[in-house]
């Protein structure tokens, strides 16, 4: 079984940053794609940015040039870095783990970004 944390959520006013971090621990071989997706109250949770292995990542358009996705493959963590926070980011923010021979894709329990003034 895989265990996926994440941390770094909170409140913070428009404009403001925050960094989230997801480590993913258990029965891993390697991870492919790791990546985070929100929902917020009412919407449908959508994929915000995601990295391969060899570092390939794709963002939503919403996010990208404000936000910035990283890993470690040491340590199976992923960051997601957010600048320019504005309200309609606020949301519940997930990890997922794409497992190498798992059966499943794996996600944490998720961490609160409110941004508001």
């Known amino acids: 079984q895989v265990q996926l944390v994440e941390s770094g959520g909170g409140l913070v006013q428009p404009g403001g940053s925050l960094k989230l971090s997801c480590a993913a621990s258990?029965?891993?071989?390697?991870?492919?794609?790791m990546g985070w997706y929100r929902q917020a109250p009412g919407k449908q949770r959508e994929l915000v940015a995601g990295i391969t292995s060899g570092g390939r990542i794709n963002y939503a358009d919403s996010v990208k040039g404000r936000f910035t996705i990283s890993r470690d493959n040491a340590k199976n963590t992923v960051y997601l870095q957010m600048n320019s926070l504005q309200p309609e980011d606020t949301a519940v923010y997930y990890c997922?783990?794409?497992?190498?021979?798992?059966?499943?894709?794996?996600w944490g329990q998720g961490t609160q970004v409110t941004v508001s003034s």
């Open positions: 258990g029965s891993i071989f390697s991870i492919n794609t």
């Open positions: 997922n783990a794409d497992v190498q021979f798992s059966y499943r894709y794996y």
